[in-house]
Nanobody, 126 residues
């Protein structure tokens, strides 16, 4: 079992940057793909980015491509999401998640992920 803890959320102005982190407080990221999802208030959870275990292949939602960067440090069991050029529509609770069965076709779907963090809130003011 893996317990995930996100940090780094907060309030930022449009055009600003934030760096989210996710750490394994219990268990390890070894062998697991990792992803970020977000859930705007009153809306469904949506895919943001994912990164695979060995190849470190990354996937991004079109809405964040070229603005967000996902990375991982396997030795430190940490996952990072660098968010630049933030927009008000990026406002949401951001969740990290891990998966042992991620593929090139299911990374977009929440069901592909086994464990989730509690979320960290990001607010982008206009």
């Amino acid at each position: 079992q893996v317990q995930l803890v996100e940090s780094g959320g907060g309030l930022v102005q449009t055009g600003g940057s934030l760096r989210l982190s996710c750490a394994a407080s219990r268990g390890t990221f070894s062998g697991r793909a990792l992803g970020w999802f977000r859930q705007p208030l009153g809306k469904e959870r949506e895919f943001v980015a994912a990164i695979r275990w060995i190849s470190a292949t990354t996937y991004y939602a079109d809405s964040v491509k070229d603005r967000f960067t996902i990375s991982r440090d396997n030795a430190k069991n940490t996952l990072t999401l660098q968010m630049n050029s933030l927009k008000p529509e990026d406002t949401a609770v951001y969740y990290c998640a891990s998966s042992t069965r991620l593929t090139g076709s299911n990374y977009y779907f929440p069901y592909a992920y086994d464990y989730w963090g509690q979320g960290t809130k990001v607010t982008v003011s206009s």
